[in-house]
Structure formats: structure tokens, C-alpha cells
């Protein structure tokens, strides 16, 4: 124990963490979501880039939220259509200040997407300013009908058409709605970037653990005390874990504390497909927000191993940052010039693969049998990961007894 | 208490880095002494337990070392040749990092760091940073870490390099305390320390044992091998190029040589008395003036 509180606290002493925590809580809870939320996301937009967005992200927030209010609960075809109709009275009357309290992507998103016959390809506007909105009915029939049409193109077939079909059952019908596009911010995008963003961060602090020049010559030192290296060696993985975990933990906290704080809780009940109409997964947000924030916390924990690997291999600190870094920014580079499979095989590694997947169809198909993708990639990634521990650990012995 | 080597040899390839070496020691300190390459660390580190006899064994008080393994490393104290430290860590938060390892509770292990702090003269920088230490304040460090859990066995590689004259006495009197009942191996190529502090004086030469006594009887094995030569200072560069010169002093024209040799090296030769550094430079004649 008071190893590890050792190497601990020598983890922390480090410039090096102490800066990279610090632009890590400042890039994520300042940029991502204070500012975010109180201008570039939320602020009431001004008609020019959302950097010219006015700084009252808090009042627009509620003003949207009260707005959706009118027609939130059950979300029915007349429901819909009063939202249309609201909207079209709105860009009639062009009043920039009350076009900001609509759910400006969500709503019109649908109709373009659920009644395509009802688009004119030659009419510049978004569907939703000239439709007719008498004639948006069969809301949760077309919306089976495109998730169909989505699998059919995808070639998703048979057993698996089965399988995705079988869950979607479960998804209740009517939706019900409120805002959406606070939550789509943060489970389409906020969450999504964590990992990416942390692992830069988590290489940086994480880097030296076992690696750096000095490390080696310390061999026959550890080596000759009681407790030996095995000691030192768990303390070392333990700091290293509890140090990932910290910064995740502070993490939580700025982004939780900041999304209460500017957006509440409304909503929290919304199904998903209120983000993506054709998501098959039959969870609500909130669900939604803990699986991303455990699919993140698991992928730092793995990535952690594995960076502790690298680490272990590297001659130099510096070595084993841009190892770190590679296994995460590499296969996220090259992805999209591979097959499809190896971009999913790809997406197992430790933050690599993205929490949005809940929102997808993919599947993995083991011995035959079909498992919807978020299922593994949430456990995975930590498996590879602790499994990196126990080589790292042997590597470092290795090293040491040169 | 007794450490014996057992026909001990270690083999990197075909060179071989220790050959055969047996010994028992008792209590007391003992000088390694040897020119560099003789295998004076190879040995070390094979009876620290950090490195694997090609043949032989170390034996504790009649168990083999490797088998012991934590116990042996428990009564244990090791300062090696060059060691790596943690250059962020203070004195203070090193000590207290290889007293966790060495098992030391955290109560105790604070007033002995404190303790061993004052002993080799850190007090004032206990919590400065290792890398902002100068070679001999790390020196100090690397002797007081092996210090820390009060070790029946401890063996000391090249202690006094990079120490000062004064630093050197502190150290000296510090081993001679401490060697009165416990097991001290140091290994130096500097034949004053060996002097001051040794009991016993293990020659090391080619991977072997050469000679092993006291001081005054390894002096004793060097009289009748040193002779002092007046010859005018023309001579002395041919001298110094045919025969193991010691050392060489002017007096007005002429030079008087001190000549390491086991015949009488010239009619006008003279015996000398003998030192340790004699028998040294009979044993490892290419290394003048170490
Ligand atoms: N790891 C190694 N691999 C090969 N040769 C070695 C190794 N370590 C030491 N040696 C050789 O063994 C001999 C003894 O070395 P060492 O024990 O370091 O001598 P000393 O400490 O007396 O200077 C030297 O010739 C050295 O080159
Ligand atoms: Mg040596």
C-alpha cells in the first residue's frame, strides 16, 4: 500500500501529468462543455458561423426546452404536424430569435426522412418549410419501413435482419419527445470524442511508468530488496490504473456537473431513436449516457494496460507516448482504407471503437451467432487491455535483470 | 553469520568474468581489490543474487542464496556500481520508496531515513530532487539506501567513486563502525581506501583470487619485491619503459625510482619497505600509478 501511494504520488509530481490533466479538464469541461453549452452550441445563433453565437447558451436552453414543451409527450403524427406547422409559421415569418427555439435538426431531419416523396429536389429549403403538414402520417410505420430498407441496403439479411428486427421490437411504441438536441450533443457527439480526447492526455501521463532511460539502472536496486520488483511492479500498474481512473473521474464530474447545470434532466426518459430514428436499441438517454460514460471508462481502463505494455517495451518516455498514441490515432487513421470487417476488428482496441455504435446496426458474428456490436466493444477493449498487464509486468522484469 | 563462495564462475560466451572463485567470510569488512575487467561487479551482483553463477553457489549460513531468495534479500544491502534512480524523487521520498520495498513499515522507515540522512551528510537536502545531485551526493544516497534495513550482508561496489577526500574519511569510519559485526564486501581499484578500511584484502585478478589476507600480511607477501634506485635523470624514461615503476622522486640531478620487481633489478638497487600499492603493481604491472 505504501508503495503504491509512493508511485503514485511520483505519477502525479510529474510536469508532465499535471499539465496534460489540466488542458485535459480544460479541453473537455471548459471547451466541450461550459463554453459549448453557454456559446458555440447553444448560444442563440446570430445567422453567421456559431463563433459569432451570442453567450446565453443558459436562457436559450431554456427557451428551447420551453418551446419543445408544447409539443412534447406522446409523440404522435398530429403531434408532428403541429411542430411543422409551428416551424413553417416561424421561416414565414423569419424571425431569426424564434427559429432558435426550435429543434432545428432533429425535427426537420425527420420528415426528409420519413416522407422522401414529399421533397422537390428543385426547392432549396428544408422539407420541412414546405410540406404540407397534413400529409405526414404513419409516422411509426415508415419509420419500420426505412429501418428495413436501411438493412436491405446494408445487406444485412436473414438471421441478422432477424436478430436487429427482434430488438427493435422491444423499442416502446409511441416515442415520447421532448428537446432533443442537448441530448443528441452529448450522446452524439460530446461522448463519442471523449475517448479520442483522453487518449491523448491518458499517453501523456501514463507514458513513463515504466519507461525512460534511468528505469533500467534501477533494476539492481529493486531487485536486491525484500519485496523485489514484483512489489514495485504491482504499485506501478496500480498507480497507473488509479491515475486513468482519477482523470476519468474528474472528467465525470465537469461534464455531469456542467450538463445538470445548463441542461438538466429533461428528457432523460426519451427513447434513443429521438437522436437517430432507426436505432434499433430500446434505450432511453439517460441509459444511453451511462453506457457511454462505462464504455469510456472501460476503454480508458484498457487502453491504460496497454499503454503500460508499451511502455514497458520503450527504451524512452518518448518511445512509448508515441506508441501509445499510434495504437489509438493509427488505427483510426487507416480505418477507412480497410475492408469493412478489419475496420470493426479495429474498433475493439481500446478507444478506438466509438459509444455511438449503440446508435448502429453492426453486428459481430461469433460461431455463427450474431451479437449487436456495442455489446463487445464495451467489454472487449478493457479484456485486451488488463491482459496487457501481465506482459508488461514480465517485459519490465525482463529489462530490469539485464 | 558466514557467506562462503563455492567454487563460483561465471561465463559470458567464452570469456569467462569470474573463474572458480571460492572464499568464507565472517564478519568483517573485506576489500575487493582488482583493476577493472578483473570481475570484481560479476562477482558482486553473484552474490547479491541478481545474477546467475555459470557454475558454483552462494551459501548463507549453509543455504544457498537463490534458494532463500526474500529471506536472503531481507538481511541484504546492496549498493551497486552504477545505479538508476528516480530523478523527480527527493532523497527523502527515494529512501522512503526502497524502505517500502525492503518492507520496512512506514512508521520506522521515517525516523531511519531521517537517520541515515544525517549520516552521510544529506540533511540539508533531503528534499531536493536526485537529478539536481551531484555524482558523490548520489554516491551518499546509493550508501545510505543500502543502509536502510540494517543488513547483515552488504556489499558495496565501488563505494568511494566520486567521493571527496573528506566525504571518503566520513565513509571510511562509517564501514569500520558498522563492519564490526556484520558482513562488508567493497570493491575498489584505489588502494588507499582498501587500506584504511579492509580486514581482509581479497586480490581479484583475471576473474580469480590472486591473494587474500590481511593488510599487513599481503604487505609482507610484497617485501623483498620493492627496491629504490638513484640513477641520473637521463635513465629514468628507460627505466620507466624495462622495470614497474612505483614511484619516481628528484633529488637535485638524479632520480630515485621505486622499482617493483622480484630479482634486484640493478647493482645499485636497494630493498624498500613494502606498501599495498606495491604488492598492486606487482600484480597488475600495465596499471602505473592507480
Ligand atoms: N554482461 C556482460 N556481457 C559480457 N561480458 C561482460 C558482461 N559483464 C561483464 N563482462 C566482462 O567481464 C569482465 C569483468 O567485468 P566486471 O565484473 O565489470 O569487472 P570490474 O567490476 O572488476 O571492473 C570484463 O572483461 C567485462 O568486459
Ligand atoms: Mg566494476
Redesign the pocket.
Known amino acids: 500500500m505504501e508503495l503504491f501511494w509512493l508511485e503514485h504520488k511520483r505519477l502525479w509530481k510529474r510536469k508532465s501529468t499535471q499539465i496534460s490533466v489540466l488542458l485535459c479538464l480544460i479541453y473537455v469541461v471548459v471547451f466541450g462543455s461550459i463554453l459549448s453549452y453557454q456559446w458555440f452550441t447553444f448560444g442563440s445563433s446570430t445567422g453567421y458561423n456559431s463563433f459569432r453565437n451570442r453567450f446565453d447558451g443558459y436562457a436559450s436552453i431554456r427557451a428551447c426546452q420551453q418551446y419543445a414543451g408544447q409539443f412534447g409527450g406522446v409523440l404522435t403524427d398530429e403531434a408532428l404536424q403541429e411542430m411543422v406547422r409551428d416551424y413553417q409559421s416561424i421561416t414565414d415569418r423569419d424571425d431569426m430569435d424564434e427559429m432558435n427555439k426550435t429543434d432545428r435538426y432533429k425535427v426537420p431531419s425527420w420528415v426528409s426522412q420519413l416522407y422522401p416523396e414529399l421533397n422537390h429536389p428543385q426547392d432549396y429549403r428544408l422539407e420541412i418549410s414546405y410540406v404540407e403538414p397534413e400529409k405526414l402520417t404513419g409516422f411509426y410505420e415508415r419509420r419500420q419501413k426505412i429501418l428495413e430498407d436501411f438493412l436491405a441496403i446494408s445487406d444485412q439479411t436473414g438471421e441478422e435482419r432477424e436478430y436487429l428486427l427482434k430488438m427493435n421490437e422491444k423499442v416502446e411504441q409511441p416515442f415520447r419527445y421532448q428537446w432533443t438536441e442537448g441530448w443528441n450533443v452529448i450522446l452524439g457527439s460530446n461522448l463519442p470524442e471523449l475517448g479520442m480526447v483522453m487518449t491523448l492526455f491518458l499517453t501523456i501521463s501514463l507514458a513513463p511508468v515504466f519507461a525512460g532511460e534511468w528505469h533500467d539502472r534501477t533494476g539492481p536496486l529493486l531487485l536486491t530488496t525484500k519485496n523485489g520488483w514484483k512489489e514495485a511492479a504491482r504499485a506501478k500498474i496500480c498507480s497507473g490504473l488509479a491515475l486513468a481512473v482519477e482523470i476519468f473521474g474528474l472528467i465525470l464530474v465537469g461534464g455531469v456537473g456542467s450538463q445538470l447545470f445548463f441542461l438538466g434532466t429533461e428528457g432523460w426518459d426519451m427513447p434513443i431513436q429521438m437522436i437517430k430514428l432507426i436505432a434499433v436499441a430500446p434505450m432511453n438517454m439517460l441509459q444511453a449516457e451511462i453506457f457511454g460514460y462505462v464504455f469510456v471508462f472501460l476503454g480508458v481502463i484498457g487502453y491504460a494496460g496497454l499503454v503500460m505494455l508499451l511502455s514497458s517495451c520503450a527504451k524512452s518516455t518518448f518511445a512509448a507516448l508515441l506508441l501509445g498514441l499510434s495504437a489509438v490515432y493509427l488505427p483510426l487513421a487507416v480505418s477507412e482504407y480497410l475492408p469493412f470487417w478489419a475496420q470493426k476488428a479495429l474498433d475493439l482496441l481500446p478507444l478506438v471503437g466509438s459509444p455511438a455504435d449503440i446508435f448502429r446496426t453492426n453486428t459481430f458474428c461469433i460461431f455463427g451467432k450474431y451479437v449487436w456490436s456495442p455489446y463487445l466493444l464495451i467489454i472487449v477493449p478493457v479484456l485486451l487491455g488488463l491482459g496487457c498487464v501481465p506482459f508488461a509486468v514480465r517485459r519490465w522484469a525482463r529489462r530490469m535483470r539485464? | 553469520m558466514e557467506l562462503s563462495l563455492d567454487r563460483l564462475s561465471?561465463h559470458?560466451?567464452s570469456?569467462i568474468?569470474?573463474d572458480q572463485v571460492s572464499a568464507v567470510l565472517g564478519p568483517g569488512v573485506y576489500g575487493l581489490l582488482?583493476?577493472?575487467?578483473?570481475?570484481?561487479?560479476?562477482?558482486?551482483?553473484m552474490l547479491c543474487g541478481i545474477l546467475e553463477p555459470t557454475a558454483g553457489e552462494v551459501l548463507f549460513d549453509g543455504k544457498s542464496i537463490a534458494e532463500m531468495g526474500a529471506g536472503y534479500r531481507n538481511v541484504l544491502g546492496y549498493l551497486p556500481?552504477d545505479f538508476g534512480y528516480y530523478p523527480g524523487d527527493s532523497a527523502e521520498e527515494f529512501l522512503m520508496y526502497l524502505s517500502a520495498l525492503k518492507g520496512i513499515p512506514r512508521h520506522i522507515a521515517k525516523g531511519r531515513v531521517k537517520e541515515l540522512l544525517e549520516v552521510v551528510d544529506l540533511s540539508a537536502c533531503a528534499s531536493k530532487k536526485l537529478k539536481t545531485f551531484s555524482g558523490g551526493m548520489k554516491q551518499r544516497i546509493g550508501i545510505a539506501q543500502a543502509l536502510l534495513n540494517k543488513p547483515e550482508v552488504m556489499i558495496l561496489?565501488?563505494p568511494t567513486a566520486g567521493l571527496d577526500p573528506r566525504e571518503r574519511v566520513r565513509f571510511r569510519n562509517l564501514i569500520s563502525d558498522y563492519g564490526e559485526n556484520k558482513i562488508v564486501i567493497l570493491?575498489t581499484?584505489i588502494v588507499s581506501d582498501i587500506e584504511a578500511i579492509a580486514d581482509e584484502v581479497l586480490l581479484?585478478k583475471k576473474?580469480s583470487f590472486v591473494q587474500k589476507g590481511t593488510v599487513s600480511e599481503l604487505i609482507d607477501k610484497a617485501r623483498g619485491k620493492v627496491w629504490e634506485l638513484t640513477v641520473p635523470s637521463s635513465q629514468a624514461h628507460s627505466w620507466q619503459k624495462k622495470a614497474t615503476v612505483a614511484n619516481l622522486r628528484h633529488e637535485g640531478e638524479d632520480v630515485v625510482l621505486r622499482i617493483i620487481s622480484d630479482h634486484k633489478p640493478d647493482e645499485g638497487a636497494i630493498r624498500a619497505e613494502a606498501s599495498l600499492e606495491d604488492l598492486y603493481l606487482y600484480y597488475f604491472p600495465a596499471e602505473k600509478g592507480v
Not at chain 2, 570481475?39 to 551482483?45: D, F, S, V
Open positions: 539485464r | 561465471k559470458y560466451g570469456k568474468a569470474v582488482g583493476a577493472n575487467g578483473a570481475g570484481k561487479t560479476t562477482l558482486m551482483r556500481q561496489d565501488e570493491s581499484h581479484m576473474g
